[in-house]
């Protein structure tokens, strides 16, 4: 493309807009608020949006326990006062990076329904997607990805989500997606199919 | 770009790497952190460069007391730990950035050497690009954006750097300007000449 010359600034008070980011990754900037118990699939369905939303050439970032947990929450503890303020965090940064046009995924279990309706509040209407990804608490515990669940029932982790703590599923997410019953692609294919119809990005060819 | 099938997908494990992400906005992630004095010019410089940067169809995002202060850091007040804290959150959100490849810009006080380092020791070598925006007390004081330096001398503010609180210079910063001496157009210029010394961003045509 065309480089614009530095006589067009205009110096004082400058600065690039939210909506020129945008035109210039071709999307809109929004947040994907995956929510769901442990082992129910939120950080793979993510990790597999953002690629399939990558081959079409679009910009994206997944927020997930690995890069927040260790860095900017890694000052937080499991209390129910650190909890709130680590999906608080999380939903100031994925805001941050929404406004900066990039689409941002969030994986946390996020199990309150007011923690995430406070990051919802954060982003303008149709900017904020929230992903249930439903699965039955069995399922979940048969997976067992991480082995908590097995720690969980042995009470060596307290108040886990599902088994000693409350998993409130969302009353009004914009997609629901049961990974018990739907593949992986077809999980994936159905968030993107939403982001193209809310016009968050370009319908693919 | 010609768009990749989804039948390339590698379904489980796979996420897009930060190299990826790269390749797509065509430069490296990094972190370019102003630190000045109040009214040196830090923010106007940040966003000076953010400007010519996107006219070379680059994907930058500039964190400031705008963004951060009401949003992410709103829990934060003034004590030395909380000033501590608000430098240690924006270095961690400006490493993200930088992780999802976006050029990140920071335009805060910084006065800390500690805190500076801090946030330099989360990226990659040459990944941190510290940028001293250097102006003499009194040019600030003059020019006093904000109003905070009356308010400072009126002991309206404690602990106010430059005034009653002090300012570390850094000692090995990569770019070091002077707002006194130089016009905005030349210091954001120079800033663009190092990132493409260091391969950060394609040297402009």
């Known amino acids: 493309m065309a480089q614009q010359k530095a006589t067009n600034i205009t110096w004082h008070q400058a600065t690039v807009t ?18 769901g118990l442990s082992g129910s699939g939120k950080s793979t369905l993510a990790n597999a949006v953002a690629q399939l939303l990558h081959q079409r050439q679009h910009h994206t970032y997944v927020l997930d326990g690995d890069n927040v947990r260790h860095g900017l929450n890694k000052n937080l503890g499991f209390s129910p006062e650190d909890r709130a303020e680590n999906i608080r965090r999380i939903g100031e940064v994925a805001k941050l990076f929404a406004d ?59 108040e886990f989500t599902g ?43």
């Open 18 to 35: 939210a909506q020129e980011r945008e035109q210039l990754l071709n999307q809109k900037g929004c947040v994907i608020w995956f929510t």
């Open 100 to 158: 900066a046009g990039t689409i941002a995924m969030t994986a946390f279990i996020s199990p309150y329904r007011a923690d995430r309706e406070q990051a919802r509040a954060l982003l303008a209407d149709n900017r904020f997607v929230e992903v249930f990804v439903e699965c039955p608490l069995d399922v979940c515990e048969e997976r067992d990805t991480k082995g908590l669940y097995k720690k969980a029932r042995a009470g060596e982790i307290k």
């Open 163 to 205: 088994i000693s703590a409350p998993y409130e599923p969302p009353l009004k997410s914009e997609v629901t997606l049961n990974t018990a019953e739907l593949s992986l692609e077809e999980c994936a294919q159905a968030v993107i199919a939403f982001l193209e119809e809310t016009d968050l990005v370009p319908a693919g060819r």
